[in-house]
């Protein structure tokens, strides 16, 4: 477990002849469980070397002084016996075959600590870790992220390769103002298209996401693609902290009005003020499962679109070379017509120079076989008049559909987004509903 980029996790390097039967062995080895015995040998074997930790070997090592502790490759089934080291900064217990996070109450000083590869499936027993800054879960069975609220220094998260895949654990991830590096690679969650973009867009503070660091002009393109949703969401977390404020003051106003004779009274009281707290908590993980919800809706919906609108422009460009390919061949079939034309009218002129035209031409017709500059000089005129013509409606018709497309690729996106806002708007009008619903109640019980 690391800082940054740069992380590296601890796994069983190759071994061939010797060393391959003594990891062999290692791992053949029956489960285990901390004891004494087990802690005095690690503590001894990393201690000191020089004369004073050879003195402090003879006197015995005290384990609330051990500021760190290193319990890897150790086939570790549970964590226990872990009370004394009240001292404790770094722990290191990666590499074994840990199922339950447990026994770690009395390390409150931990800064540091490493669980991966190992069997853990829930995030749990971290609540008085509070000082905790780096914390490494890669490669376990994970598949929530949970139960981390009590870390507010929490700055390093490493979740790689575990199976969380739903998008509303990033929601979750946003109560940590200090996180800075997160590792969620090798989950399915990673697999999404808008992966990245969402984790910018929602963690904004984030630097490094799976050891990469996060360039500015993602993060700003993030933010303008969900800064609606976005917007939205820090509104609802700006009252569910006004309100949690406002619990908080409730309770020490009652707390400084109590009295004797009020006790049990205050007692009901406190008890329903926790359910309604239970409930104000309960809407707002609906509200953010919601959210969560339309959010994966729009990120499915843009992909459908894009399909869409990829595919119906390659529509537009074969309609489009259909309709050159036509006018390509009016305009042959014109320039044939004008050589044709042009033959005939000079054949007509030589007859009525030489006086071999028996048919009577009207007089408008006759009037342009003056002689031959102006007889070409008219079928050419008519010649480039079709053409223009020709022209002129290969420019309709490709301006036209290039137009309707544009039209309808805007109005699908611009139906989207209302769709999109309409959905937010109708889950936020529902939740303001069902919260003013419980305060309505609150207010009633405590009339009562």
């Given amino acids: 477990m690391g800082a940054g980029p740069n992380e590296t996790f601890k796994v069983p390097p190759p071994a061939s002849g010797p060393e391959r039967g003594r990891m062999n062995r290692l791992y053949d080895m029956e489960p285990r469980v901390m004891d004494d015995d087990m802690l005095k040998l690690a503590v001894g074997e990393q201690g000191p070397r020089e004369e004073a930790g050879q003195l402090a070997k003879q006197e015995g090592i005290l384990f609330k002084d051990v500021v760190s502790l290193q319990l890897d490759f150790q086939n570790i089934l549970r964590i226990d016996n872990l009370w004394q080291f009240e001292s404790l900064q770094k722990l290191q217990l990666d590499n074994n075959i840990i199922e339950k996070i447990e026994g770690l109450e009395n390390l409150t000083r931990l800064?540091?600590?490493?669980?991966?590869?190992n069997n853990i499936e829930a995030i749990e027993g971290l609540d008085t870790l509070v000082n905790l800054e780096d914390l490494s879960l890669f490669n376990n069975r994970i598949s929530?992220?949970?139960?981390?609220?009590?870390l507010v220094k929490l700055q390093v998260l490493s979740l790689g390769n575990n199976h969380i895949g739903n998008m509303m654990n990033i929601i979750y991830l946003r109560r940590f103002k200090a996180l800075r590096t997160l590792s969620l690679s090798g989950n399915p969650v990673a697999e999404d298209e808008d992966y990245k973009m969402f984790i910018c867009a929602y963690l904004p503070d984030l630097v490094y996401l799976d050891f990469r660091r996060l360039d500015d002009h993602m993060k700003e393109l993030a933010e303008m693609k969900h800064q609606y949703s976005i917007d939205e969401l820090k509104h609802r977390e700006n009252l569910m902290q006004a309100r949690l404020e406002d619990e908080q003051a409730r309770r020490e106003e009652l707390e400084e009005h109590k009295s004797l004779n009020a006790i049990r009274e205050e007692s009901e009281l406190s008890s329903i003020e926790t359910k309604i707290v239970e409930y104000s908590e309960d809407i707002t993980e609906l509200?953010?499962?919601?959210?969560?919800?339309e959010m994966q809706l729009v990120e499915q919906l843009e992909e459908t679109i894009n399909m869409f609108e990829r595919n119906i422009i390659d529509l537009v460009g074969l309609f489009v070379e259909n309709v050159q390919s036509l006018m390509a061949q009016c305009r042959d079939l014109e320039n044939h017509h004008h050589e044709k034309l042009l033959e005939i009218a000079i054949n007509i002129l030589e007859k009525i120079v030489k006086g071999e035209m028996d048919e009577d031409l009207p007089d408008d017709v006759r009037s342009l076989f003056?002689?031959?500059?102006?007889?070409?000089?008219?079928?050419?005129?008519?010649?480039?008049?079709?053409?223009?013509?020709?022209?002129n409606r290969e420019d309709e018709l490709v301006t036209r559909v290039n137009s309707w497309?544009?039209?309808l690729l805007d109005k699908i996106h611009k139906d989207e987004i209302m769709r999109n806002r309409k959905r937010v708007?109708?889950?936020?009008?529902?939740?303001?509903?069902?919260?003013?619903?419980?305060?309505?109640l609150e207010c009633?019980?405590?009339?009562?």
Avoid: P, R
């Fill in 111 to 117: 800064v540091w600590l490493d669980l991966s590869f």
């Fill in 144 to 150: 929530k992220i949970d139960s981390l609220d009590a």
């Fill in 287 to 293: 509200f953010n499962v919601l959210m969560t919800l």
């Fill in 370 to 391: 003056v002689d031959k500059d102006t007889i070409v000089n008219a079928v050419g005129a008519s010649h480039d008049i079709h053409l223009l013509k020709i022209d």
């Fill in 405 to 407: 497309c544009t039209h």
């Fill in 425 to 440: 708007k109708e889950i936020n009008q529902y939740v303001d509903h069902v919260q003013s619903e419980l305060d309505s």
């Fill in 444 to 448: 009633g019980d405590l009339l009562d």
